[in-house]
């Protein structure tokens, strides 16, 4: 059964930090891009960074670059993203997106996380 199960959300003051994880399951873990989505309040889905397969590529959206780190840990089928300087802006549910692809123009298969809330707050 395929899982992604993200972690590590919670309620944070502007200017914390917070680590999420997802821990995957049930698909080969190594071969897919994995990717941070999140949704805030009333709006649609951002995407927030990606870190290829092999682990040697990260990318970031521009509103969390220099804030935000992608990473991930092929022994363990999990990827980190580490926040700080959170802004209330940051406020949304994060998900955890896992893609195959045979080339940058050809998805072969992806699937989804059940989301992470997190809450930036004073």
């Known amino acids: 059964q395929v899982q992604l199960v993200e972690s590590g959300g919670g309620l944070v003051q502007p200017g914390g930090s917070l680590r999420l994880s997802c821990a995957a399951s049930g698909f080969t873990f190594s071969t897919y891009a994995m990717t941070w989505v999140r949704q805030a309040p009333g709006k649609g889905l951002d995407w927030v960074s990606e870190v290829n397969s092999g682990g040697g590529s990260s990318y970031y959206a521009d509103s969390v670059k220099g804030r935000f780190t992608d990473s991930r840990d092929n022994a363990k089928n999990t990827i980190y993203l580490q926040m700080s300087s959170l802004k209330p802006e940051d406020t949304a549910v994060y998900y955890c997106?896992?893609?195959?692809?045979?080339?940058?123009?050809?998805?072969?298969?992806?699937?989804w996380g059940q989301g992470t809330q997190v809450t930036v707050s004073s």
């Open positions: 997106h896992a893609s195959l692809w045979r080339t940058e123009l050809d998805p072969i298969d992806d699937y």
